[in-house]
């Protein structure tokens, strides 16, 4: 509609008017050398290439954690030998001072037998970060918090040896 009042003429101003227009537009590409299916074909292989990185990836972070938690297990274990080890230098420290006071040993036998806990407790420590370096690598991988490997604790049961049969085939 136009204005009532501006600059067309009052004929003009107050008549209606509309335009109509009616379009329909269609094209259509002739595929003769086969570019579209060989686009078609690329991005099928693409999206096969993706589903493929996809699993190796799944793959990869299942070993990842696998092997973190395996580690975790030995060096939980590892811990528990130490700790006895630990303990059993303390008790032969313990004889060797005994033996001393009473003349049977030598200072250079308790000397030794002192030396021998330092390492055991830097042992200790040594294994006491690497528990705590799988805990956090855990987390990580499971996207969990730190606070929930902290408790964890792997317990590692061997298979046993496979035994030999009683006669050997020659």
Partial sequence: RYADHGLAPRAVAG???SDNRFALDFTYELDLFGKNAAIAKSVEVQAASMETDLYTARVGLASAVARSWFALGEALAEREVIDATLAQRR???ALVRAR???GLDSKVEER???????AAVGELAAVDERIALLRSVLAKLAVVPLETTAKLKPA???AGLAS???LLPS
Avoid: C, D, F
């Avoid at 030794?112 to 330092?118: D, K, L, N, Y």
């Fill in 15 to 17: 008549e209606h008017r």
């Fill in 164 to 166: 030999l049969p009683p």
């Fill in 156 to 158: 590692l049961k061997g």
């Fill in 91 to 93: 008790r032969i420290l």
């Fill in 112 to 118: 030794q037998a002192e030396g021998a806990i330092p």
């Fill in 100 to 102: 001393v006071a009473e």
